[in-house]
């Protein structure tokens, strides 16, 4: 029996990004890696933001938190400086931020076409470690889909479309705030242990060793006679004398 682990994000979210990457290290370490499911989620940071628009981050951060803008920057670098301690490119300035909706339906049809960690990582790579923005700009989106390898007439035919994927999203929302999940990155094991936040890969490594041992074991109450690959077992005279009875 596997392990499921859902992982709620958002593409606005630096550290969902470092979170990934972390949780990713903690992964391939584990001795039951290949018995581990991983799903990604929706959550937006701002679902209020108009479609299509975009802002720059810097002066965004430091509007929402009430600090400075040479303070927001600050934070940005600080950041920065997280990614490069695990070899992720980070860009520290310029970058902007915006309504991810559509990013979030992309990222269900490319769950449907088995590329949604291809796709997460192009949205990650296109963010925070490109130049170019990716918010407000179709086009761009497209191009990083099919970098992902997704078909480039299917993606648009999506794009085109505001009700493809829209419920599937609302659905993911949905679920981590019935989980209680008020911010991202939020990572649920087997649906029974929640981790919150870009943590350390050796919590990463905890949970998952927990959801591990505590996966429910089948306890027989009886066995008998039973076919298999190989064939059917031949019945004992006692186990065929009581099937006559």
């Known amino acids: 029996m596997s392990t499921r682990v859902e992982i709620w994000t958002d593409i606005n979210c630096p550290f969902c990004y470092l979170g990934k990457a972390r949780f990713e290290e903690a992964l391939a370490g ?3 890696r290949d018995d581990v499911e991983v799903v990604h989620r929706s959550f937006e940071l701002d679902p209020t933001l108009p479609a299509g628009s975009t802002r720059p981050v810097i002066p965004a951060i430091a509007q929402k938190y009430g600090i400075t803008v040479d303070q927001a920057a600050a934070n940005e670098r600080g950041i920065g400086a ?3 301690a695990i070899g992720l490119p980070y860009q520290t300035s310029g970058r902007d931020s915006g309504n991810s909706f559509d990013m979030h339906r992309l990222l269900h049809y490319a769950l449907d076409q088995g590329k949604q960690e291809a796709m997460l990582d192009a949205l990650y790579a296109g963010n925070f470690a490109e130049p170019e923005p990716v918010f ?3 086009e761009r989106l497209v191009a990083l889909a099919v970098r992902a390898g997704l078909d480039e007439n299917s993606v648009r035919t999506v794009l085109a479309d505001p009700d493809a994927y829209a419920d599937a999203v609302r659905r993911d929302e949905a679920e981590a705030a ?3 999940a008020t911010g991202v990155p939020f990572f649920v094991f087997d649906g029974k242990y929640a981790v919150s ?3 350390p890969a050796e919590t990463f490594t905890r949970a998952l060793n927990t959801a591990w041992n505590d996966r429910p074991t ?3 109450i009886a066995e008998g006679d039973t076919c298999g690959p190989d064939g059917c077992a031949v019945p004992t005279t006692e186990s065929a004398a009581a099937d006559l009875r």
């Open 30 to 32: 584990f001795a039951h």
């Open 82 to 84: 997280q990614a490069a």
């Open 136 to 138: 407000g700009d179709t």
């Open 178 to 180: 019935a989980l209680g």
């Open 197 to 199: 936040g870009a943590q």
């Open 218 to 220: 089948l306890q027989p």
